[in-house]
């Protein structure tokens, strides 16, 4: 005798075995999609190799995080900051600033500051506050360049203003002639009287060359001659001399009765000490002296001041 199965037995047999594959297919889904996604408190090993070697690496070879807001990029380059266009530093280095020097200097030239380490420097023709009022043609640094003899030479006094709590401080040294061209031309445009106030309130500018304040022919040029103060060595304060540098008038000779007491006592402790040791003054400036052996008595330079 055959066995019989109902119609509705034999479904339920066949849903069976379908039902338990599409279960494991299921399951088998959601192990993988699980296996693929990580907890974000776990980093990826060879992110974290990544981290530690980064870490690992010189302070400089980083890149620089800049704190942007979000969806900004996260590394930038470090670059210059450049200044506005009218910001009047941008055609004048601040005084501090460290201005490469050429190197290459003319053969019996040197750096006046590589000679004496202490002197201070305040170049003025390379500035804008000088009589002219602006930067002076063939200064291209603040640097002081003389003749290595007059620079050995100024050492010496160097050496004993220093024992007696002074240090120097030199507003000009060797000068280009193309400079002196410059103020040739500035003498001959008599519109042009910004400075005036300044430096010569009582002078007729025409005349600065007669008048002895400006030469055409400078001992400047030659590289032996020097304009300077001097000032204290323990604050760096310039000593009174009685009247600025470069002031055109009777204020500057050195026999003066326009100044004190002190203020004369002040010029001679510079000018004892530059007579001293071989420098000639120039006695309508308290500030200017010349090596009486110059090595180039007769020639004038052109190089510029860099």
Not at 94 to 119: A, M
Not at 143 to 155: C, F, G, M, P, R
Not at 161 to 187: M, N, T
Request: proline share 7%; glycine share 6%; hydrophobic share 35%.
């Amino acid at each position: 005798m055959g066995i019989r199965i109902s119609s509705n037995r034999g479904r339920i047999i066949l849903i069976v075995p379908v039902l338990f594959l599409f279960l494991l297919t299921a399951c088998g889904v959601a192990a993988n999609v699980s296996s693929e996604t990580k907890p974000e408190s776990q980093p990826d090993v060879a992110q974290t190799q990544d981290v530690q070697h980064s870490e690992s690496l010189p302070v400089e070879s980083l890149p620089v995080e800049s704190k942007t807001p979000e969806g900004s990029p996260q590394k930038s380059e470090v670059s210059a900051v450049e200044p506005p266009v009218n910001d009047p530093t941008a055609t004048t280095p601040p005084s501090d600033s460290v201005i490469p020097k050429q190197r290459k200097l003319p053969k019996g030239f040197v750096y006046v500051d590589e000679i004496i380490p202490t002197v201070q420097l305040e170049v003025r023709y390379y500035g804008d506050y000088n009589f002219v009022g602006e930067r002076i043609d063939g200064y291209k640094a603040p640097v002081a360049i003389l003749t290595e003899q007059a620079a050995k030479t100024l050492k010496e006094v160097s050496a004993e203003l220093e024992s007696k709590g002074y240090v120097l401080h030199i507003y000009d040294a060797y000068r280009p002639q193309k400079a002196v061209d410059h103020f040739a031309r500035w003498a001959k445009d008599v519109k042009d009287t910004k400075m005036k106030k300044d430096f010569y309130p009582m002078v007729d500018k025409t005349k600065v060359f007669k008048l002895g304040y400006v030469a055409s022919k400078s001992g400047h040029t030659r590289g032996s001659t020097v304009d300077l103060t001097i000032a204290y060595q323990k604050t760096g304060e310039i000593v009174d001399m009685g009247g600025p540098y470069d002031f055109f008038g009777d204020i500057s000779s050195l026999g003066t009765k326009l100044i004190t007491a002190k203020q004369t006592a002040n010029r001679n402790i510079l000018k004892n000490a530059m007579s001293k040791h071989g420098f000639e003054p120039y006695d309508k400036e308290w500030w200017h002296y010349t090596l009486i052996k110059e090595p180039y008595p007769k020639k004038y330079f052109n190089f510029d001041v860099q």
